[in-house]
């Protein structure tokens, strides 16, 4: 609307009461030209965001040499919880194929997913985490799948203590449910800092801070205005479930509102 005025406005400074009302019209289909190549480009973001999603989880999962059944069933319940198409579900099969080929280019296939989401680093945080997920189904992650995480993530821009970060969030998303018995045990309170990046040290107002940048940066509203799939948002509340569990084991240890 603001651009339609601005265009009506510029018309009638220069032709008067015609010249808005063509100011209003040019404005008009100026500003459907703009969300129309806005929408397409979020469908371009989405659609290479499940492609290289699969293709890289399939790369992952052959990591350590074998593709387990732990790691197969996981990509089957991404497949469910993604209620994918019969169409998307081939898709995305072909593509987790595709990355366990031993020709497969990782660098290539996280290079183009980031050229088509730009300045998406909320959104590169989760794609790191679906494939942190997939990869720790079985219980632990091989030397060789920590190393292929760090890789993928230096690629995507973020660092080494990002993928620390994801995998320490698992844990204390996975222990929150004993914690709330009892005192925490020092891995799940060390892993709860961890997860929100900061040190057992950290006062009570920067555990806060850290907490609210972690759930400004991954409001599932934000990552999808970015180009998250609507069917892969989920994911995107189940981080923020999980960042919650972490900072509410600290709060409960250390007993503050």
């Known amino acids: 609307m603001p651009f339609i005025l601005f265009c009506a406005f510029v018309g009638f400074w220069l032709g008067g009461m015609s010249g808005f009302l063509l100011g209003a019209a040019i404005g008009f289909v100026l500003s459907r030209i703009a969300l129309a190549t806005v929408h397409k480009g979020l469908l371009g973001v989405q659609s290479q965001f499940l492609e290289a999603t699969f293709a890289v989880m399939g790369a992952l999962c052959k990591a350590d040499g074998v593709v387990t059944r732990d790691e197969i069933a996981v990509t089957e319940q991404i497949f469910l919880r993604l209620r994918l198409g019969p169409e998307q579900k081939q898709a995305a099969k072909a593509a987790f194929q595709r990355g366990k080929a031993s020709d497969f280019d990782l660098d290539a296939e996280v290079d183009r997913f980031v050229q088509s989401a730009r300045g998406g680093g909320g959104l590169f945080q989760l794609f790191l985490q679906v494939q942190v997920s997939a990869v720790a189904a079985d219980g632990h992650v091989h030397p060789a799948e920590h190393a292929m995480l760090v890789r993928i993530a230096r690629r995507l821009g973020l660092a080494e203590a990002d993928v620390a970060r994801l995998e320490a969030l698992l844990r204390a998303a996975s222990s929150g449910a004993a914690a709330a018995s009892g005192p925490p045990p020092k891995q799940q309170l060390d892993d709860a800092y961890a997860a929100l ?31 998250l799939p609507e069917s892969m948002r989920q994911f995107a509340e189940e981080r923020a479930r999980e960042i919650n569990v972490a900072y509410d084991l600290i709060k409960k240890t250390r007993q503050f509102a």
């Open 197 to 227: 990046g900061v040190t057992p040290a950290a006062s009570e107002t920067e555990l806060k801070r850290a907490y609210r940048k972690l759930m400004s940066e991954n409001h599932p509203d934000k990552l999808t205005a970015k180009g």
